[in-house]
């Protein structure tokens, strides 16, 4: 063979690879078509055969979905499909027609769906890297792409415009659209919701973007960006960005991502390697929204996260798990997130109604666990007793909730049911006892006791009647059993008396001494000190493993009286709050001269110092503590059962968990209210340089004294500096910030407040909504101040935040001559 002959089959061979890919370079002609089930056609695939587009078959082997899928990875997830998700059967048929693009039909030919109406002529589709299915006209431009039409899931460089929409699946397997939304609204927010499946009808949203504006339309989202390097942002129309998760992501070149709603309502960021070289081929979470959709949820409609009568617990993973209570059944044992019924029916029937409580009905006791949203009637102040026995006599009353001193009785349907450590109290929840109501007792028989006779006399009655029949010997062991136990009965309600406990200990663990000092390693470990105590690191068994604790044991030299009445007051406020934002007491100790309380311990220490080290924290970490700090104080303040002035608001008293999350600690100067009290009046409480003005003119104190203290504390947080600074500022202009930071907003200066932050410099309208904020709450006049609900507000960007009045209304008081109590 000649030398040019060969020369020209070796450059032949070489073309050949490029001519394949040629072909699958991801154009697809006009009257190409794919039929489903037939292994003789393969997907429309992208010149990088990352994506593939055509027809998945499903769990059912002869049901197929029309949609796209990463093509590549093991299990080919499915980012987008058509026909609203209803799957065809095998034979039926998709193709790309000049006048309607792409349509699909069955097996008989008839159309089922298609991608008109389209502008102009389909010159042909493309199935684009991006995992976009195109169709362009004769001059190449786009007439019609999936992304326009997203169904669960956005990619990266897909857009959603104002208006747009995201519908969850039914179910894991099933594509047809469920109950929860993604929507960008027209005024600019981003949110997601559930919704009424027969009428579309949307409830309340569960979560907010806040880039919305009722006033500028300039600082409206108006759409959703996920660029090509991972990162998902609403654009405002200002060209600011509102990142909605994490800000570093992972190299876009190695990993596939995907946003994706989830059929249980989770609208979660996911990561995927590319290659075996970058991590294991599975898909994990990057970020996810809600945080906890279990509690979430505060629609006053609609199911919630899980059916009806059902209870939501999340997971490690943040996803929602659904169970029927106990007496209760799935109404679709295929559907495990659907609606539970009662196994058996609660009856208002007469003969029901008449029955003694007891003979019908039983209460299965579930702890944290609630239905919010299903109330009918509140009764207070009720003990446990009284909320059992008044939710058995009720036949409307299919469960009672007891929270503090209030009882909550409910009727089905129960709507939105959490359980969750956040709720912070019992459910009783009434079951049918398995045989047939108990007859009264005849009323003819002269031995049978009177039906009013009430348990109490009954039990009476048959001691006597034992005692009556016995010998003098059992008579007198029978008579010091009893005895005995009417008195450790007593005994236990005088100590309980004595100490000022009611019912709030019950759900706390006693320590003895001589366990915490175990616990502590003879309390070698100080983690800190304050006016009254001494705060040591420790472990004590919960359960099968051992927990992390901190034992604050209040210091002997105080009086007898001081420590006494700081320990009552620690035990019972927070002993009777659960909040994500403030410190949980997991147990005390009251032996002998022996006050403690054991709190969960917090890993990360400190605000004060995180915030005043040597390295200056993030502003999204900081902004987020100072969300946190708000929330917790909004609960105290309007949440809870009684009503809690904090009184000592302050760096030290703000503690750091494992993701430094912020938590409120140390309510040992923390002043109860009664529900409709709103005021009291008290001694000086708190620290230098945090003390709201009032507590110096003996004028009743409100929960705005800790309005006060926040906005001092908000102000520390955004420029990382002390309120009051030791000598060593000297005449520095700085030495009292709350005059310093007015000086600069005055002056325009906000730039000098937080130095070379160029995050929060970039980030200029949280900072400037942030810092009036602060001034607010450090109005002299206590009616000027913000309620902490409102602050919370203003910061999460909910309202408007109107510019602060004049500095003669701002008070520098508390900054000067105050010690620290």
């Not at 929204?289 to 993973?317: H, K, L, M, Q």
């Not at 044992?333 to 007891?358: A, I, Q």
């Amino acid at each position: 063979m000649s030398y040019p002959l060969l020369h020209t089959l070796f450059c032949f061979l070489l073309l050949l690879p490029f001519s394949t890919v040629a072909q699958t370079n991801g154009t697809v002609e006009v009257g190409a078509s794919i039929t489903a089930g037939d292994n003789s056609t393969t997907p429309w695939l992208s010149a990088s055969q990352d994506f593939a587009f055509g027809f998945k078959q499903l769990q059912d082997n002869n049901l197929f979905l029309l949609s796209i899928w990463y093509y590549k990875i093991p299990d080919q997830t499915i980012v987008w499909y058509a026909n609203e998700g209803i799957p065809v059967s095998a034979g039926s048929k998709v193709g790309i027609t000049a006048g309607e693009g792409l349509v699909l039909s069955d097996p008989r030919g008839t159309e089922l769906w298609s991608s008109t109406p389209i502008p102009n002529q389909v010159a042909n589709g493309f199935m684009r890297d991006t995992g976009s299915f195109d169709l362009v006209d004769g001059g190449s431009v786009n007439i019609w792409e999936s992304f326009k039409y997203p169904t669960d899931t956005l990619l990266p460089t897909q857009i959603m415009e104002s208006g747009g929409v995201l519908f969850s699946r039914q179910s894991e397997k099933n594509f047809s659209r469920g109950r929860f939304q993604l929507r960008l609204l027209e005024d600019g927010n981003l949110v997601l919701n559930t919704r009424d499946l027969s009428t579309n009808f949307a409830y309340d949203a569960y979560y907010w973007s806040y880039t919305y504006d009722g006033v500028n339309e300039t600082n409206r989202g108006y759409r959703v960006i996920f660029n090509e390097t991972g990162y998902i942002f609403v654009l405002k129309r200002s060209n600011e960005s509102v990142v909605l998760g994490p800000t570093t992501v992972l190299p876009s070149g190695d990993y596939y991502y995907r946003a994706t709603l989830n059929f249980d309502g989770v609208l979660t960021q996911y990561y995927h390697p590319k290659t075996e070289n970058a991590g294991p081929k599975t898909w994990t979470t990057l970020w996810s929204e809600p945080d906890n959709i279990c509690v979430g949820i505060t629609a006053s409609e609609g199911r919630g996260a899980c059916g009806f009568n059902s209870i939501c617990t999340i997971n490690d993973e943040k996803r929602p798990n659904c169970t029927c209570p106990e007496g209760y059944l799935l109404l679709d044992p295929k559907d495990k997130y659907g609606d539970c019924k009662p196994s058996f029916t609660l009856s208002c029937e007469e003969d029901d109604h008449k029955s003694s409580n007891g003979d019908l009905y039983d209460l299965s006791v579930l702890i944290d666990t609630d239905w919010p949203l299903s109330d009918y009637e509140q009764l207070k102040p009720f003990t446990e007793d009284m909320c059992k026995n008044s939710c058995l006599q009720d036949c409307f009353c299919a469960v009672a909730i007891l929270r503090g001193y209030s009882c909550w009785k409910k009727k089905l349907p129960l709507s939105n049911g959490r359980k969750d450590r956040v709720v912070n109290g019992k459910a009783f929840m009434k079951i049918r006892k398995g045989g047939l109501p108990v007859p009264p007792p005849s009323t003819t028989d002269p031995r049978s006791p009177p039906q009013d006779i009430k348990k109490n006399d009954r039990t009476l009655i048959l001691v006597g009647s034992v005692l009556l029949g016995s010998s003098l010997f059992v008579n007198v062991a029978l008579l010091g059993a009893f005895c005995l136990g009417f008195f450790l009965t007593c005994q236990k309600k005088i100590l309980s008396s004595r100490h000022g406990f009611g019912a709030v200990e019950t759900n706390l663990r006693c320590f003895s001494y001589e366990e915490l000092a175990e616990a502590t390693d003879g309390f070698k470990e100080e983690l800190g000190r304050g006016a009254f105590a001494i705060v040591y690191g420790g472990a004590v068994q919960m359960g099968n493993s051992r927990t992390s604790v901190a034992v604050k044991k209040l210091d002997r030299m105080v009086q007898e009286r001081e420590r006494e009445k700081e320990f009552k007051t620690e035990v019972h406020v927070i002993g009777q709050t659960h909040h994500k934002n403030l410190v949980r007491l997991v147990g005390f100790c009251d032996q002998g001269e022996h006050r403690m309380l054991v709190y969960e311990f917090m890993s990360n220490g400190t605000l004060a110092s995180f915030l005043f080290g040597e390295t200056k924290p993030s502003w999204n970490q900081r902004s987020e503590i100072a969300l946190g700090i708000a929330r917790g104080l909004l609960y105290l303040h309007e949440e809870c059962s009684t009503q809690i002035i904090h009184c000592d608001i302050k760096p030290q008293n703000i503690l750091l968990d494992d993701y430094y999350s912020a938590r409120i600690a140390d309510f040992g100067l923390a002043k109860l209210l009664m529900i409709n009290q709103s005021q009291t009046n008290t001694g000086i409480r708190g620290t230098r340089g945090y003390v709201a003005p009032e507590w110096f003119r003996n004028k009743p104190v409100t929960a705005k004294v800790d309005v006060y203290s926040f906005g001092v504390l908000l102000l520390e947080i955004i420029t990382c500096r002390r309120n009051v600074e030791g000598s060593e500022m000297g005449g520095d202009e700085r030495a009292i910030l709350t005059e310093w930071v007015y000086d600069c907003f005055m002056k325009d200066g906000l730039h000098a407040l937080v130095e070379d932050d160029s995050e929060a410099l970039n980030d200029w309208s949280k900072l400037q909504r942030f810092l009036m904020v602060g001034i607010w709450c450090i109005q002299e006049d206590p009616s000027q101040r913000p309620t902490m609900r409102k602050v919370t507000q203003m910061l999460e960007g909910v309202v408007e935040v109107p510019v602060p009045p004049i500095s003669s209304q701002i008070s520098f008081i508390s900054s000067h001559g105050v010690g620290e109590e």
